[in-house]
């Protein structure tokens, strides 16, 4: 039988998280709703845990850590359902948090990907780093949140509460529809992990459908759970997929002067790196660029110039400018405040 929402826990060593957060899922979830715990070759007896006590619950298993894109493109060709919830082990959800964004694709069938709110659970009354109330990509392609700008991240007052379009969904809980998913090919599976999440929305809007927020659902979300925050990789996956979403995504007249300017605004960056202590997140921006070069001919194969127009949804200025220089900290989803 088909249902209408796949929930897919996409797990590598995520066994405390599972043990966790899961019974407060299924609490949750709808009669429509079905949890799928995708492992990606874990080592930490996430299976057996699963096995031993929730034996209900459908269990796919990876042969190998193919990543956030590989694990959950193999996991998704397995699975029927209306609409897929991709969502990281590390989330507390709270009752009837799915209810809102189904009621609103059910309706609005041009949004084709929806997120909920995301706050923190290490800190309640704060947003997440990750999604906060709904992504958003500068001029220069450096992404950015309702509710969470660079370092500065907002406690929530419910300024962002009204359901809005946005540029991208956070991975960590983003609904989409099944079939959109399966014709666009997925996930790419070149990133690896970290920022496959916003190519692909990116790619659904150049289609002319609509990323979404939806605030009146709300979950908790731990962040850095399977790469912690100072992680060298991480920076290392950040900016060299940042790159390759660019050179997949913008327009043809954009994208020389774009990826000019981000060379130099990346080295800048990574010096700043290494003025402040870091000398592993410097290399690991110094190999993100020789990693980009050495793929940007493979990159640049999968343009489709048939679909390039969502560039105009971008946030018009530089956020690092913006910051930095102006001083603004706060973004209110239509332009940069103090």
């Known amino acids: 039988m088909r249902n209408k929402l796949a929930v897919v826990i996409l797990n ?18 709808p009669d429509y709703a079905e949890v799928v715990v995708a492992d990606n070759a874990s080592e930490d007896q996430s299976v057996e845990f699963l096995q031993t006590h929730y034996p209900q619950i459908r269990l796919i298993r990876n042969s190998s850590n193919g990543g956030f894109s590989k694990g959950y493109n193999k996991a998704l060709r397995q699975i029927e359902a209306d ?64 509710g969470r700008l660079f370092e500065v991240i907002e406690e929530d007052h419910a300024q962002y509460d009204e359901v809005m379009d946005v540029f991208w969904a956070t991975g960590a809980a983003m609904f989409v529809r099944s079939e959109l998913y399966h014709e666009l090919g997925g996930l790419d599976e070149d990133f690896f992990a970290h920022m496959e999440e916003i190519d692909f929305c990116w790619r659904v809007k150049n289609r002319g459908y609509r990323v979404a927020v939806v605030p009146q659902s709300e979950v908790y979300h731990v962040g850095g759970g399977t ?39 990346d080295i800048l960056a990574a010096f700043l790196f290494l003025f402040q202590g870091h000398g592993r997140d410097f290399t690991a921006v110094i190999k993100a660029q020789c990693a980009f070069w050495k793929d940007y001919r493979k990159m640049k194969t999968k343009r489709d110039n048939r679909y390039m127009t969502a560039f105009a949804d971008t946030y018009p200025h530089s956020i690092v400018w913006g910051y930095y220089i102006a001083g603004k900290r706060y973004f209110n989803g239509k332009k940069l405040i103090k």
């Open 12 to 29: 590598w060593n995520g066994r405390q998280f599972l043990e966790k957060f899961l019974p407060g899922l299924l609490y949750s979830c």
């Open 83 to 146: 609409y897929y919830c991709l969502l990281n082990s590390d989330i507390e959800v709270r009752e009837c948090w799915i209810e809102p964004i189904i009621e609103l694709l059910d309706i609005q069938k041009n949004i084709a990907i929806a997120q909920p709110k995301l706050r923190s659970f290490c800190e309640p009354k704060k947003f997440e780093y990750a999604g906060a109330s709904g992504g958003f990509l500068d001029r220069y392609g450096y992404p950015f949140c309702r």
């Open 227 to 265: 790469l912690p925050k100072n992680n060298a990789f991480k920076t290392f996956l950040n900016f060299r997929n940042n790159l390759f979403l660019l050179v997949k995504n913008l327009p043809k007249n954009r994208l020389f002067i774009t990826l000019f300017l981000r060379f130099f605004m």
